[in-house]
């Protein structure tokens, strides 16, 4: 099958124009300013998860903007880090989905998650310190949406997850006919409110992966 020749290495070149256009704008920034995530950390999302691996694609924006939280994951901080509020707010439904303890929230971590196929994918990949979406036109979008078009080319029953506007707008390419599209509102507490609280997103996922006779995901 031809998805099984595919891989990050090969995507990253097909890339490689816009990534070399990208990542020099990103070096210049670093300069002069302080940009997060380390230059190290900016691809974790892809050394954690395999390309096909990937059995849930969970969509975020730009990496978190204060010092030592963002590692290069959605949504995820480093270890002992204080947790943000669309984390406490996504830690708060997984564990009324699935009855977990209140003790199980106590790290921000979720590389656990992106090791078992959860790509935990920005849509932005850099940040200036203090400065939310201050990296919005360095041309990440072009690249992730790239990223995704590859994932819905070559892999099949992919699940979605878009939690609030800006990641629902990605549903254009991704074809629901070859792939699951789980949406809510975003977890931030701004809008958690507004449909994220109780979508359930998580018993939803493992009952997909179990349909499909996979292993579900230990959140």
């Known amino acids: 099958m031809e998805n099984l020749v595919i891989n990050w290495k090969k995507i990253f070149t097909y890339q490689k124009q816009i990534l070399s256009n990208i990542l020099l704008k990103v070096t210049k920034e670093r300069i002069t300013k302080v940009v997060y995530p380390d230059k190290n950390d900016v691809f974790n999302a892809f050394y954690l998860t395999p390309f096909n691996n990937?059995?849930?694609?969970?969509?975020g924006q730009d990496p978190y903007y204060h010092k030592n939280q963002a590692h290069g994951l959605?949504?995820?901080?480093?270890?002992g880090c204080n947790i943000p509020g669309s984390l406490k707010n996504i830690y708060k439904e997984l564990m009324c989905d699935l009855s977990?303890?209140?003790s199980y929230c106590f790290n921000g971590c979720l590389s656990h998650w992106a090791k078992q196929g959860v790509l935990l994918l920005?849509?932005?990949?850099?940040?200036e310190e203090g400065?939310?979406?201050?990296?919005?036109?360095?041309?990440?979008?072009d690249f992730t949406d790239n990223i995704i078009f590859?994932?819905?080319?070559?892999l099949k029953g992919v699940i979605f997850v878009l939690w609030g506007?800006?990641?629902q707008k990605k549903i254009n390419i991704i074809d629901i006919n070859r792939h699951y599209i789980l949406t809510a509102s975003h977890p931030s507490p701004f809008s958690a409110h507004l449909g994220f609280f109780?979508?359930?997103?998580?018993s939803k996922i493992n009952k997909i992966l179990l349909d499909q006779e996979y292993d579900p995901i230990i959140w």
């Open 122 to 127: 920005n849509t932005i990949l850099t940040v």
């Open 100 to 102: 977990l303890c209140k």
């Open 165 to 167: 506007k800006d990641a």
């Open 198 to 202: 109780g979508c359930r997103h998580f």
């Open 74 to 79: 959605s949504f995820s901080v480093r270890p």
């Open 150 to 154: 590859y994932i819905n080319k070559y």
């Open 54 to 59: 990937i059995k849930v694609v969970i969509i």
């Open 131 to 141: 400065k939310p979406r201050s990296h919005l036109n360095l041309g990440w979008q």
